[in-house]
């Protein structure tokens, strides 16, 4: 009795696993457990998130100036991530505890859901850290429009020959730096302390500084996304002990996604003119720390192009800036 009602069990779930599509058997449980957990929860639990960056990564590079886009894409991203994970997770449980009626060994079962229950473990302990959950919440207020990074203090300075931009580079940051040199059309240098911030916001700084020709002078901090404004002048300038950071970028949001934003780091320092050397040295610096090369370093690399100890020697307002191409200077 027992192998005749296995064998009815047996062709039942044969012929109700060739109805539907092919995702929906899976929800079902209706595939095989084989395929199930190698198929839907390892191979394409694994591809999943790097179809998702690739994809995601294609889409910012034409709106790489979209802070706000960045974000929506990554939350989107999660969302489907989080979508994958439960369709693949359900189905290798449902299959799991069909796959003995179907004439599997029970062992396979259990070994099935064992390895589900650490893949969920695993998956708890990583949204429960701190970061992963700030990093959801940055993202969320930027997609709505707030960015908790501030946006940095710009200003003329008395001379009027020099613009002075510090803090953080919080989104709006950009158009804060532009507005300022569109009412001193007799700035010359850009005066930097910042720590960095958006990468957005370097990128679209550094573009305003180089279509100007103006020179940059890191009069005090100026590290990650502050380096790409630096690099954009014509003439830059540091003290005899600058403190030039450089670093990884990070991104918060789906795993991989710190791996494309350093990707556009770099390919920024690249179209800046820096050295593959140089870069592969940055990209071994995580997000959470910070090199700062040596005076000797900065300038061997074309990073930091003069000194200046005291004060910028800013070029004469009647002086119009030029921009002037030269293999030493790296733009």
């Not at 796959?99 to 893949?119: D, Q, T, Y």
């Not at 930097?192 to 550094?206: H, K, M, N, Q």
């Not at 990070?250 to 920024?268: C, F, I, K, Q, Y």
């Not at 800046?272 to 870069?279: D, K, N, P, R, T």
Request: glycine letters at 10%.
């Amino acid at each position: 009795m027992g192998s005749i009602r296995t064998a009815g069990t047996s062709a039942r779930y044969r012929g109700r696993a060739t109805r539907g599509n092919y995702f929906a058997r899976h929800w079902r449980g209706q595939l095989s457990l084989g395929v199930a957990y190698w198929v839907n929860s390892v191979l394409i639990g694994n591809l999943a998130p790097v179809a998702l960056v690739v994809a995601m990564s294609t889409l910012e590079a034409g709106n790489e100036n979209s802070l706000r886009l960045d974000a929506t894409l990554s939350l989107v991203a999660a969302g489907l991530l989080c979508g994958v994970s439960v369709w693949s997770t359900v189905g290798v449980l449902r299959s799991a505890v069909n796959h003995p009626e179907r004439g599997g060994k029970l062992v396979w079962s259990m070994i099935a859901f064992v390895m589900v229950g650490l893949s969920l473990i695993t998956i708890v302990i990583g949204l429960s850290r701190k970061n992963s959950l700030d990093g959801y919440a940055d993202l969320w207020e930027i997609a709505r429009g707030h960015d908790p990074i501030p946006v940095a203090t710009v200003a003329l300075a008395p001379d009027g020959l020099s613009v002075v931009m510090s803090g953080p580079l919080g989104s709006g940051s950009s158009d804060r730096v532009r507005q300022v040199l569109e009412h001193a059309p007799q700035a010359t240098v850009v005066r930097l302390d910042s720590p960095g911030g958006r990468l957005f916001e370097g990128v679209a700084i550094a573009r305003e500084i180089q279509h100007r020709g103006l020179d940059t002078y890191a009069e005090g901090e100026c590290s990650s996304a502050c380096t790409l404004v630096l690099l954009a002048g014509h003439e830059r300038l540091a003290t005899r002990s600058p403190h030039v950071g450089f670093h990884r970028a990070s991104h918060p949001g789906p795993n991989g996604t710190d791996v494309a934003a350093s990707r556009g780091l770099m390919r920024a320092y690249r179209e800046a003119g820096l050295s593959e050397q140089f870069i592969a040295r940055v990209r071994t610096v995580p997000s959470t720390a910070i090199w700062y090369p040596s005076l000797d370093e900065l300038m061997a690399n074309a990073i930091v192009t003069g000194l200046a100890p005291e004060a910028p020697p800013a070029r004469p307002a009647t002086s119009p800036p030029v921009v002037v191409a030269h293999p030493a200077r790296r733009r």
